[in-house]
């Protein structure tokens, strides 16, 4: 390897030489048993540059490894900064504070239920919650604002109700359907979900293999732990992968990414439209309070907007600018089908289909954008009676995500004329609790409880499913079934009638 800084091809740096630049003026990093001079990536760094000076002249590994992939060094830092290999045996060990949470959440390891004992998806996100780091899990499980709309994600399934039908030969039933023109096995796929080596040190390739067994899709997101090719080159044979593309500033940057996604057989690009700017989830923020050095949340100043905590750490790079008027630029650079993603009323739709997207997802992000957005689901039973009436429902695929945790909400969601739906959280939380295991056993479960739930409605297949098997009526009602709001709850201090008197 070539490097243009002085005399380190011939001998290793030591530990004390880069102990030597730790300032703001002059500041290395080791990562990997390498050098690095990032003094002026400093102010460029997403995540602000205390996390970067937390590490100058030291070793950033463990903190930098979770947030970045591999070959981020190498495509962000010019190589003349690239200073060699450093002697490990040389750089002093930094003796770590003993943290009483951690040590609990280590016993609580040990004494985790077998994975047999989880029998549905909520199982998983209830012994993650146990198991997890607790800044990892504040990252996966927070919601914008009051977290309205994302336990609303959820809570909107509950007012669909089954109308099912009897007497039908459901002895063969065939789950499998196509979406975007790919043969899938069950009609869900792995949505999009950033820095999955927060939960697991392998990463997104663990739900690429996951994937993989099940034949489902996997949406490869664009702020994976992981870089893209390591995800590609983790999938078999004819897999089938989708790309989430933030959409860079720096639109070179964007025409590189898609066409190389393309170059390696993606057959999808999914352009994320709900994230001009990213929410604000206040327990992610509040987790990382103690520790000013996180890429991941950073709370401090130093020119980081602290009100949008882990957004603006990891995608300070996205275009509010994005417009309609860039459609027919994506679609000049790439013939991968171009679905948007986070749309949330039927007027979108209906103008998707008249600038030539191939699909929609109808998505509010898992709730961590705008709070009180509608859920998918709700969005869907007003869009599909509108493109059917207007001719248009054999135009373009229409995709939910969002609180999807049992088969039966993927019936509903068929049902109202979904072509299929995008799980996230629930294979994160799977993943960081058993890792590939535990990935296997959540598809599994989808795929055993689908089965079950489609001869009890009456159908065999899912080109059945329509609308005449669920009532909907309940679903427009905002006034019933609203989550409380936990965080007014706990702060109101309740009226109180008179009181007894004291005891003289």
Same mark, same amino acid.
């Given at each position: 390897m070539n490097h243009d800084s002085n005399n380190?091809?011939?001998?290793?740096?030591?530990?004390? %030489?880069?102990?030597?630049?730790?300032?703001?003026?002059?500041?290395?990093?080791?990562?990997?048993?390498?050098?690095?001079?990032?003094?002026?990536? $400093?102010? %460029?760094?997403?995540? @602000?540059?205390?996390?970067?000076?937390?590490y100058a002249g030291k070793d950033g590994t463990e903190e930098y490894d979770p947030i970045h992939p591999p070959d981020t060094l190498d495509k962000f830092l010019d190589r003349s900064k690239?200073?060699?290999?450093?002697?490990?045996?040389?750089?002093?060990?930094?003796?770590?504070? +003993?943290?009483?949470?951690?040590? +609990?959440? $280590?016993?609580? /390891?040990?004494?985790?239920?077998?994975?047999?004992?989880?029998?549905? $998806?909520?199982d998983f996100e209830a012994v993650a919650r146990r198991v997890m780091k607790k800044t990892a899990w504040a990252y996966y499980s927070s919601g914008a604002d009051d977290e309205i709309t994302?336990? +609303?994600?959820?809570?909107?399934?509950?007012?669909?109700?089954?109308?099912?039908?009897?007497?039908?030969? /459901?002895?063969?039933?065939?789950?499998?359907?196509?979406?975007?023109?790919?043969?899938?096995?069950?009609?869900?796929?792995?949505?999009?979900?950033?820095? @999955?080596?927060?939960?697991?040190?392998?990463? %997104?390739?663990?739900?690429?293999?996951?994937?993989?067994?099940?034949?489902? =899709?996997?949406?490869?997101?664009?702020?994976?732990?992981?870089?893209?090719? %390591?995800?590609?080159d983790a999938k078999e044979g004819d897999q089938v992968q989708w790309l989430q593309l933030y959409v860079n500033k720096n639109r070179e940057i964007t025409e590189r990414i898609v066409k190389h996604a393309e170059s390696r057989g993606c057959k999808g690009l999914f352009i994320t439209v709900d994230a001009p700017q990213l929410g604000r989830r206040e327990k992610d923020m509040r987790?990382?309070?103690?520790? #000013? @050095?996180?890429?991941?949340?950073?709370?401090? @100043?130093?020119?980081?907007?602290?009100?949008?905590?882990?957004?603006?750490?990891?995608?300070?790079? =996205?275009?509010?600018?994005?417009?309609?008027?860039? =459609?027919?630029?994506?679609?000049?650079?790439?013939?991968?089908?171009i679905i948007l993603?986070? /749309?949330?009323? #039927? +007027?979108?739709? =209906?103008?998707?289909?008249?600038?030539?997207?191939?699909?929609?997802? $109808?998505?509010?992000?898992?709730?961590?954008?705008?709070?009180?957005a509608r859920s998918g689901v709700e969005v869907l039973a007003e869009v599909m009676p509108e493109l059917r009436r207007l001719g248009l429902d054999n135009k373009i695929e229409v995709f939910i995500d969002g609180g999807i945790r049992r088969a039966t909400d993927i019936i509903k969601a068929l049902c109202l004329g979904a072509k299929g739906v995008g799980i996230g959280r629930p294979f994160l939380y799977a993943m960081s609790a058993y890792g590939l295991p535990g990935v296997d056993r959540a598809m599994q479960l989808l795929k055993d409880e689908m089965e079950m739930n489609m001869r009890l409605i009456g159908c065999n297949s899912v080109d059945q499913l329509g609308p005449e098997f669920v009532d909907t009526r309940g679903l427009s009602m905002h006034s019933t079934g609203v989550p409380q709001d936990t965080l007014a709850v706990n702060v109101y201090d309740p009226l109180a009638g008179p009181k007894e008197k004291s005891k003289l």
């Open positions: 380190t091809q011939s001998k290793k740096l030591t530990g004390q %030489e880069v102990a030597k630049h730790n300032n703001r003026d002059d500041c290395w990093v080791i990562i990997h048993g390498k050098a690095y001079d990032v003094t002026e990536f $400093l102010p %460029e760094h997403p995540g @602000g540059p205390k996390i970067i000076l937390k690239h200073l060699g290999e450093v002697d490990m045996s040389t750089v002093e060990q930094e003796e770590k504070e +003993e943290d009483p949470e951690e040590a +609990e959440r $280590l016993e609580r /390891v040990k004494r985790m239920p077998i994975l047999e004992q989880c029998y549905n $998806l909520m994302m336990r +609303e994600n959820h809570g909107a399934f509950h007012k669909i109700w089954f109308r099912p039908r009897i007497l039908q030969d /459901v002895e063969n039933i065939d789950l499998s359907t196509t979406m975007l023109g790919s043969k899938v096995s069950i009609p869900f796929y792995v949505t999009a979900t950033a820095l @999955g080596k927060l939960g697991n040190p392998e990463g %997104e390739v663990v739900l690429t293999r996951g994937a993989r067994k099940h034949n489902v =899709i996997q949406m490869i997101p664009t702020l994976a732990s992981c870089s893209f090719d %390591e995800i590609v987790s990382k309070f103690s520790d #000013v @050095g996180s890429n991941v949340q950073n709370t401090g @100043g130093d020119n980081v907007d602290r009100s949008q905590g882990a957004a603006r750490a990891i995608s300070s790079f =996205i275009d509010p600018a994005l417009s309609w008027k860039d =459609i027919p630029w994506f679609k000049s650079i790439t013939k991968m089908p993603k986070g /749309v949330q009323r #039927v +007027e979108d739709v =209906i103008r998707a289909v008249s600038v030539g997207c191939d699909g929609v997802v $109808l998505s509010n992000h898992g709730g961590r954008q705008l709070d009180f």
